[in-house]
T-cell receptor, first 111, second 115 residues
Framework: DAKTTQPPSMDCAEGRAANLPCNHS???????VYWYRQIHSQGPQYIIH???NNETNEMASLIITEDRKSSTLILPHATLRDTAVYYC????????????FGGGTRVLVKP | DADVTQTPRNRITKTGKRIMLECSQT?????MYWYRQDPGLGLRLIYY???????NKGEISDGYSVSRQAQAKFSLSLESAIPNQTALYFC??????????????FGEGSRLTVL
């Protein structure tokens, strides 16, 4: 699986959009980009995933660059409850969910 | 009730003791996983199982064993616990069928301390 690079931490103002970057320059054509988050020491929670096209769901939007070497997770209106560690993961669908969680980005949403 | 339940939630034990962490799920998923998380780090895959007769090693399986007793149950054992196995352990499930999303569903975690 391709390796991902994320900033170790970032702050965000409550009510503002949070834009979380992820670099995955070695991604292959059939690898997906997944985002999970982990609030405190709870089990990670799935947010969104995509292959080539931008994706949106009730939690977030995922913007993947045309060359697929990077992506951005957007939390449109961050709340205090969005404070968490966010993991960007690249994996083959055929790998059967054997996702590898790196260090992630620790996001602190401030009032 | 949680869909993925881990027991015990917290355990303190001594070096050399045998420990079993249990995971049960009510989601009806075929695939189950055990992950380990050390403080300040991401999760690492220990073992995974795609059905009752299937067991596969993950990236850090040494010192651990697993048993898939039924579709709903997946246990992780430490035959002789050592202090560097002190960590937070997560069980997860996934469903390969239907509208496949790649989503993993995690339990609440089992915190193990080996003295």
């Amino acid at each position: 699986d391709a390796k991902t690079t994320q900033p170790p931490s970032m702050d965000c103002a409550e009510g503002r959009a949070a834009n979380l970057p992820c670099n995955h320059s070695t991604i292959s054509g059939n690898e997906y980009v997944y985002w999970y988050r982990q609030i405190h020491s709870q089990g990670p929670q799935y947010i969104i995933h995509g292959l080539k096209n931008n994706e949106t769901n009730e939690m977030a939007s995922l913007i993947i660059t045309e060359d697929r070497k990077s992506s951005t997770l957007i939390l449109p209106h961050a709340t205090l409850r969005d404070t968490a560690v966010y993991y960007c993961i690249v994996s083959l669908k055929a790998a059967g969910n054997k996702l590898t969680f790196g260090g992630g980005t620790r996001v602190l949403v401030k009032p | 009730d949680a869909d993925v339940t881990q027991t015990p939630r917290n355990r303190i034990t001594k070096t050399g003791k045998r420990i079993m962490l249990e995971c049960s799920q009510t989601k009806g998923h075929d695939r189950m996983y055990w992950y380990r998380q050390d403080p300040g780090l991401g999760l690492r895959l220990i073992y995974y199982s795609f059905d009752v007769k299937d067991i596969n090693k993950g990236e850090i399986s040494d010192g651990y064993s697993v048993s898939r007793q039924a579709q709903a149950k997946f246990s992780l054992s430490l035959e002789s616990a050592i202090p560097n196995q002190t960590a937070l352990y997560f069980c997860a499930t996934s469903d390969p069928g239907g509208p496949y999303t790649g989503e993993l569903f995690f339990g609440e975690g089992s915190r193990l301390t080996v003295l």
